[in-house]
């Protein structure tokens, strides 16, 4: 995931750097840039997930091993 989301950050600053050169157009800017920025939110929202699911696992962990040593 993390991956992934420095490519579509590597992308949405390359093709900046190519608006300015004049390479694109701003229609396509506008349009890419909508695309990619949706997709860098639910990229940062997985990983918020996974993040929180292993939070949520070593929870649960310690209290198995917590119920375990009772």
């Known amino acids: 995931m993390e991956q992934r989301l420095e490519a579509v950050r590597r992308r949405v600053d390359q093709a900046y750097t190519d608006k ?4 694109i157009t701003e229609d396509f800017w506008q349009r890419k840039q909508t695309d990619w920025h949706s997709e860098e939110r639910q990229i940062e929202m997985a990983v918020a997930g996974l993040e929180e699911a292993k939070t949520s696992d070593r929870v649960l962990d310690a209290k198995k091993d917590f119920r375990s040593r009772e």
Request: glycine share 24%.
């Open 20 to 23: 300015l050169d004049g390479k």
